[in-house]
Every structure is written in structure tokens, then in C-alpha cells.
């Protein structure tokens, strides 16, 4: 299956469906998660509790942000590819961000968790066939595609790490 249509994605998701260079939704699964990890394994002890400017997050928080928002959108594509029409809300990031407890964390845990976390991911949009993968359901008033909730799983990974890049390293 090709890549999503934009002009049936809500516009705040372009971006991070454009981070994404591949054109099958599984190479970009497996070839980001490689990268990506290895990006994780070598953040210096020394950063991964650095903040950039005050009330922003750390580097700890900014990777458990990424592996919630990642269970969220899994969730949605589940959902909508088992013919599930209940609405879906948003979620307020900066509020789970409070309370995540990313500083008290280990950072080789929390990248344990996020390869498995990505690991379920790939097999869950892995077991997609075509029809699945073009429904659609309702997130946050807007309509979206499980495609389109795939590519938006790596290009938000792909947007906070050159996040971390120009301004935490």
C-alpha cells in the first residue's frame, strides 16, 4: 500500500507523515526503529535528564512522551481497523508529561520499553491486510486512516529526535 493521502489527514499530522522517507509503512517500521535506537543507545548519561529551557521537557520525558503518544496511536488503528465508529478524544500531552514519573526512571528501561512498545507496533500494523489499513475512524474531530496513524507512529518518533538533536546535544 502506497503512502497516506495528505488531503485526508488532518493537517497537524503532515508533518510528521512527511518525516518519513519510505514509501512501504513496514521498511520504514523496521529501518526507523534501528536508527532510532541506536540514536537512544548513544545519548551521554550526562543529557538524558537535561532540559533545554525551563518548562520544557527532558530528554527522559521526551522519550516516555514518544512511547505514550505511541500506545495511543496503536490503540486508534486498532480500533479503527476493527470496524470500531465510537469517537475517539485527543489527549493532553503536557498533562501526561506531569505525571509520567520520566525523572525516577532508568533510562536503559525506558529505552527497553520503547523497543518493545515499537516491537508491538510493527507486529500490530504488520497484521493489517489492505481493507484494514484504508479504514478509518474519528480521533479528535477528525477523521483518520490506520495508514495514516502508522506513518504518524515513526514520523513523531523521527520529529522528537531531531528535536533532541538541534537542541538538547
Known sequence: MSRPDLSAVPAFYHNYINQVPQDDLMAAFKEENDAFIKFLEAIPTSKQDYRYATGKWTIKELLQHIIDAE?????????FARKDATPLSGFDENKYAAVSNAARRDWN???????????????????FDEEQLSATGISSNHSISVLALGYI????????????KERYL
Open 71 to 79: 500506545r495511543i496511536f496503536d490503540y486508534r488503528a486498532l480500533r
Open 109 to 127: 528501561e525506558l529505552v527497553e520499553e520503547f523497543k518493545v512498545v515499537r516491537k508491538a507496533s510493527a507486529f500490530l500494523f504488520g497484521s
Open 153 to 164: 507512529v515513526i514520523g513523531h518518533t523521527i520529529h522528537h529526535e531531531k528535536i533532541i
